[in-house]
């Protein structure tokens, strides 16, 4: 439940960003005005590259057959000589895996699931920007942004639309239903692959911005976990006229002065509570143990996408094992998400060839993604709702959210989930966002 000091943080920025809202909308349409006056013809030019078309996949029948083909190709290493995982995912577990992708899976219900979804596309900053937009039946829905991380996509979020645009449907209430859009990172999935640098986190929300207002939004809230919850924070920062709010489920909340012992796996400090001793020491095995990957990303996407692009194998192993050790699962990530869901999320990545570009957006962040310092998180001014689940990397202390996030209005910490919250427990996901964001459904009216 929110206190009444955090409401109030609520209340007194619906105020505020009506009315810059307003002030914003109304200086973009004069200047749109005065420009379309000015030169008809680039006018009509620009109304054609901001145009929303509708779009469908199909991925051609070759395609698939060779995915088949190389699987059935692959070369084997030879097997761990642990037990357990701690020299990376086991053998057992991927040939199993890849063996049903070779011989049982089907991408065509994959493309069928989303092709059943209203899929639209349209250039945004000279990149094709790819999202579902589906519309509640409900008066008054809030428009709300989702936005994926690495190495999920928008398979993520599809369980939870039902409950977020029919909430009746699913136990809610009709007066908290959403207006839900789910982009691709560009680089990702569908979207097009920027030939030029410059698109971290900073761009990828003035992009989505740039969308929402697109779909005729005048105000929204955006909602993400990995690079999701670095685009939110961005957009935070950003604060753009129509921005209510952000819903985080993996928070920059590390205060400075524990980045570096951190990362060294210094022991933890005296003085801390015990949820910050846990997440102390979460963090500390994460970058001593388990960080590999990202530095790989950071450092050598080009690298590293050789074999992304090369080896559908090599794809799933990268990827599973995250879903192995960042679901609520045991390692066991069959236990919370169907070998489908999962190969309809890998082989997202290797048909589209995005294992390269969805690296260099690592590359680009190049961020200590946990640390309230170098995502300036008090230079956030809107509203902040967290919620921890506790099987993510590291489960946010309260202590260091308040601290990290002034405008902190909403924080929870839910019974099961993990890195993969939404995709992991839609329903508890859903609710999350109706508690958080309820304070703000006076603006949308």
């Known amino acids: ?53 509708p779009y469908r996949i199909h991925v051609d029948d070759a395609k698939l057959a060779e995915l088949r083909q190389r699987i059935a190709a692959t070369r084997w290493p030879d097997k761990e000589t642990v037990s357990d995982t701690s020299q990376g995912v086991q053998l057992a577990q991927v040939q199993a895996l890849v063996k049903y992708w070779g011989d049982g899976y089907d991408w065509r219900k994959a493309e069928a699931r989303l092709n059943a979804l209203p899929e639209f596309v349209t250039t945004i900053d000279g990149v094709d920007i790819q999202f579902i937009h589906v519309r509640s039946r409900h008066p008054n829905a809030m428009p709300l942004i989702l936005t994926h991380g690495w190495p999920g996509s928008q ?62 939004y005048s105000h929204y809230v955006s909602q993400g976990g990995d690079h999701g919850s670095v685009i939110s924070d961005a957009l935070g920062r950003l604060a753009p006229p129509g921005l209510l709010g952000i819903h985080l489920n993996m928070p920059a909340t590390v205060p400075p002065e524990l980045v570096k012992p951190i990362n060294s796996g210094d022991p933890a400090p005296a003085g801390l509570t015990e949820p910050e001793r846990t997440a102390y020491r979460s963090l500390s095995t994460f970058f001593g ?58 082989s997202l990545y290797w048909l589209t060839d995005s294992g390269a570009s969805s690296s260099r957006f690592y590359w680009e962040n190049n961020n200590n993604n946990f640390s309230a310092a170098a995502q300036k998180t008090t230079n956030i001014k809107v ?21 990290a996030y002034p405008s902190l209005s909403y924080f929870s910490e839910v019974g099961k989930g993990g890195h993969f919250a939404a995709w992991e427990q839609p329903q508890l996901f859903s609710e999350e966002l109706r508690e958080a964001f309820r304070p703000l459904r006076a603006a949308t009216k």
Do not use: C
Request: proline share 7%; hydrophobic share 45%; aromatic share 10%.
């Open 1 to 53: 439940m929110l206190a009444a000091p955090l409401v109030f943080t609520w209340q007194r920025y619906l105020v505020s960003a009506g009315a810059a809202s307003a002030l914003g909308l109304a200086v973009l349409a004069a200047s749109a005005e005065a420009s379309a006056a000015q030169d008809p013809t680039a006018s009509a030019a620009q109304a054609g590259s901001q145009a929303i078309r």
């Open 289 to 346: 143990r388990n960080a590999a990957y990202g530095a790989m990303m950071v450092t050598r996407p080009q690298t590293i996408g050789y074999l992304l692009a090369d080896s559908p194998t090599g794809t799933a192993a990268w990827m599973y094992e995250k879903f192995a050790a960042w679901t609520d699962s045991d390692g066991q990530p069959e236990r919370v998400l169907s070998r489908d869901e999962m190969l309809d999320d890998i």
């Open 155 to 216: 398979f993520e979020f599809l369980k939870t639309i039902g409950p977020l645009t029919d909430p009746t449907a699913y136990g809610g209430r009709a007066e908290d239903a959403f207006d839900v859009v789910i982009p691709s990172i560009p680089g990702h999935g569908f979207s097009g692959k920027p030939t030029e640098l410059g698109w971290g986190p900073d761009r990828v929300a003035k992009a989505w911005d740039v969308l929402m207002k697109r779909l005729g």
């Open 383 to 403: 509203p902040v709702a967290i919620s921890v689940f506790p099987q993510e990397i590291y489960r946010a202390p309260k202590t260091w959210a308040q601290r």
